[in-house]
């Protein structure tokens, strides 16, 4: 799939629409997702124009992956969970139901996350 630079996240990374904002560096957005599945749920994503981790973890540099992890890292630690859990997830595709087109690992925290995914 090609990346669609109109996705809501490049117009998030451009300032074009607002965010709540909790992280940013060189290589990384993060903010609280709009519609939150757990007490915690913050969106980390790469400043770069990548579809998903499958277009990331092809592309990217090892720099831009580097600093990526590492702010992942950096967001749930400054959140919070890090003590109590989390859990990181990200969608790839039809099969996963990937919503937005620019990669994103979602941190979910601050409750019993229970199973890891709904059954079939
Ligand atoms: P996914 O299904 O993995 O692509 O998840 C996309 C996520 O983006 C969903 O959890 C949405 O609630 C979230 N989302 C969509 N639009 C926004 C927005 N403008 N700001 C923050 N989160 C958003």
Known sequence: MPYDPNNIFARIL???IPCKKVHEDEHA???HDIN???PTHILVIPKGAY???DDFSAKASDAEIAGF???VGQVAR????AETGYRILANHGRDS???VPHFHIHIFGGRDLKG????A
């Open 14 to 16: 451009r300032g074009e």
């Open 51 to 53: 579809v998903s981790h």
């Open 36 to 38: 939150p599945q757990a």
């Open 29 to 31: 957005l993060a903010f």
């Open 97 to 99: 139901h990937q919503e």
């Open 116 to 119: 890891m995914i709904p059954k």
């Open 78 to 81: 400054a959140a919070g969970v």
């Open 69 to 71: 992890v590492r702010a």
